[in-house]
């Protein structure tokens, strides 16, 4: 099992930037990627970002460009940090990962709140 803790939330205005941090513990070694999801008052829960051990990253559209996805690899952690922040990112943001052969985790953390002020 991976443990997963978000942190680094908090209340910006809009243009600014904030980093959000996702410490896992447990069998970290069975994971393939970690990734952040973000849901809004409201609205189902969506894809933002995900890192693969391999190398590669995902972003989704809304976030191309202004995000960015980072893993420490002296540490199971990865990054999210946010720049240019809209107050349509405003959400509560989610960690996860990919457990080999198995795909995104089916159990979430409480995450961590974004709110961007116009």
């Known amino acids: 099992q991976v443990q997963l803790i978000e942190s680094g939330g908090g209340l910006v205005q809009a243009g600014g930037s904030l980093r959000l941090s996702c410490a896992a513990s447990?069998?970290?070694?069975?994971?393939?990627?970690m990734g952040w999801f973000r849901q809004a008052p409201g609205k189902e829960r969506e894809f933002v970002a995900a890192k693969r051990w391999s190398g590669g990253s995902e972003y989704s559209d809304s976030v191309k460009g202004r995000f960015t996805i980072s893993r420490d690899k002296t540490n199971p952690t990865v990054y999210l940090q946010m720049n240019s922040l809209k107050p349509e990112d405003t959400a509560v943001y989610y960690c996860?990962?990919?457990?080999?052969?198995?795909?995104?985790?089916?159990?979430w953390g409480q995450g961590t709140q974004v709110t961007v002020s116009s």
């Open positions: 447990g069998r970290t070694s069975y994971t393939d990627a």
């Open positions: 996860n990962a990919v457990v080999r052969g198995r795909g995104w985790m089916n159990t």
